[in-house]
């Protein structure tokens, strides 16, 4: 991130802070009193809401769903429906403390630690604030001559511009896995706020945020889209429209984590759409396609094809990570 930015210039060189030692029950505590009279204060002003028992299929759980995932689920819906939407947010933040436990590693860390990392942790990711590719957002070694990274160097992308907030490594990949196969769709939100301020120094002025979207029998077996829940949260943390609904995955492809470059691109040829009905809000608008990672950006590249057909002016593309700028052993040309 841009050293201008004031908060990531707290986190980037955070670490060197001793551990604060509080008490986690105190926390807990605390956390708790607060949000019950938030509670409290709400249900006053809202008046009393008649009780109704639940229906038969109100209590059925989709198959693939826990707890957690539900509860998810259930947020997002208050959000769209406006029901209640701060009752809502502090009945969750009560079931999953957002600043209790490290979002990596999972130790127990104070309320003080931003994006809720631990120091060991802010330490161990490698955050985009040096040089990266003007093209996809990769970060750059600094004795790589070129702009562009060997990626983007052999081709041009569709899109605009991409933007990272880290390189993909061994604590990326912790969190990513955590947020996306172990149920734990409330990291999103810690996520989507880095994504926010490594986003804010560029300036862009999207009219509409989208996310990449998953078929939808893959979305229904893991329980939502993990794309979706960052452009979700960035969009209401940025104060930007939100289209869930608009890009689509018309056909179910393979995983591409063990695709090389030219089968991934034959993966996603031609894998999206724009729903028809939403094609008129898309003429003429800049649109910032969110995914939770970059390699190739073939995937990136068919989503920007699908919304540059359909009418829109300009896509960039934001991702949390995106992978390493891979340098052939027998290139001396691209070192110092």
Known sequence: FPRKHARFARTVSYGNRPEAGRDTRIVLEQRRICVGR????????CGSVPAREPSERSQRVPRGYSFGT????????????????????????????????CICCGNIIDDSRPYSLCDACVRSLKWAN????????????????????????????????GFACVEYGAAERDILHRFKYKDKAYLGRKLAEIMRDRIQPENLTPDLILPVPMYRRKEKVRGYNQAAVLARELARLMGKTYCGNMLLRCSDTAAMNRLGAEERIRNVSEAFTIASAKRDLLKG?????????FTTGSTADSCTEALLQAGSSEVFVFVFAAGANLISETDDSARV
């Open 130 to 161: 040096g040089r990266t590719c003007s093209c996809c957002g990769k970060v750059l070694q600094d004795d790589y001559l070129p702009e562009r990274c060997t990626s983007c160097g052999d081709g041009v992308h569709l899109f605009s511009k």
């Open 285 to 293: 608008k800049k649109v910032l396609l969110v995914d939770d990672i």
């Open 38 to 45: 938030d509670l409290k204060n709400i249900s006053e002003q």
């Open 70 to 101: 539900a509860a998810t689920v259930a947020m997002e819906a208050c959000n769209m429906k406006g029901i209640l939407p701060a009752l809502a947010e502090g009945f969750f933040d009560l079931i999953y403390p957002s600043n209790i436990y």
